[in-house]
């Protein structure tokens, strides 16, 4: 038995979707179908703690601050680059 869903995806992913399935020569539903196989076999088998989120959400606060260290000229402190090399 099949069952049909559907989702709110960014207009970007459905472009790449599209674009694999005309080159590829399969379904949108196959891709969508084997990537949620993945995806739920992937959580069955990683630890939560090792998931990390693909997206992550700020509030307009947090992203005012982002937005102002980015655009600043402030060199990276020494411990920011041990992290950077993996020390």
């Given amino acids: 038995m099949s069952l049909q869903i559907s989702a709110y995806i960014s207009d970007e992913t459905k472009h790449d979707m ?3 399935s005309a080159i590829h020569g399969v379904k ?3 891709i969508i179908e084997n990537a949620l196989n993945f ?3 992937a959580l069955y ?6 998931i ?15 937005v102002e260290m980015v655009g ?16």
Avoid: C, W
């Avoid at 088998?45 to 090792?50: A, G, K, M, S, T």
């Fill in 45 to 50: 088998e990683i630890p939560q703690e090792f």
């Fill in 52 to 66: 990390v989120p693909t997206r992550i959400t700020l509030s307009d606060d947090s992203f005012n601050k982002v």
């Fill in 72 to 87: 600043s000229s402030q060199k990276p402190t020494e411990a920011l680059k041990e992290l950077m090399r993996g020390d």
């Fill in 28 to 30: 949108k539903g196959y």
């Fill in 18 to 20: 599209e674009h694999y």
């Fill in 39 to 41: 995806y739920l076999q």
